[in-house]
């Protein structure tokens, strides 16, 4: 199952959207958001986008009522769910993980510091970088193998 992973895309909709699409010209079936979406219309665009979805808040996400109103998919983070057999961690911010959750997981996925980064420590830890492309200059995205547990960052 392959799953495209995104963060940090503070409003940028014309780069969330053309994520959004080249993810689901790679096949994805899931696409995890590691937070930093700012506002519901941002949130909109994976809920239109048909491919089921799971995201965590993070430290910019202002409207979390209106974005509770769009979808049941956005959780506290750090939230744990299985997928393809395999245990995922999303947190916004690695550092604020606690020790157990991190250990449990098969895969961590993170955002925050939008610098993407693919690394085997324990569970896969992956951080997409940033989808707005405002702080690093180009929108990058991740894609997630479970069967095999391999990612590769992507540039859009």
Do not use: Y
């Not at 790679?26 to 519901?40: K, M, Q, Y």
């Not at 995201?55 to 109103?69: E, L």
């Not at 702080?135 to 479970?146: E, H, R, S």
């Amino acid at each position: 199952m392959l799953v495209g992973i995104l963060s940090d895309s503070h409003d940028n909709v014309p780069m969330l959207r053309a994520a959004v699409e080249h993810l689901r010209r790679l096949g994805v079936e899931h696409l995890i958001h590691a937070g930093d979406f700012v506002a519901g219309f941002a949130v909109k665009i994976l809920v239109e986008s048909g491919i089921p979805f799971t995201g965590v808040f993070g430290n910019n996400d202002g409207g979390k009522v209106r974005i509770r109103s769009l979808t049941p998919h956005v959780h506290e983070p750090p939230h744990a769910f299985e997928l393809g057999g395999r245990r995922i961690v999303v947190v916004h911010d690695a550092g604020k993980l606690p020790a157990p959750m991190r250990e449990a997981a098969d895969v961590v996925v993170c955002g925050h510091t939008h610098r993407p980064m693919v690394e085997q420590n324990g569970a896969l830890v992956v951080n997409p970088g940033e989808c707005c492309g405002w702080v690093m200059g180009k929108c990058t995205v991740a894609v997630l193998d479970l069967d095999t547990l391999e990612a590769s960052i992507v540039e859009v």
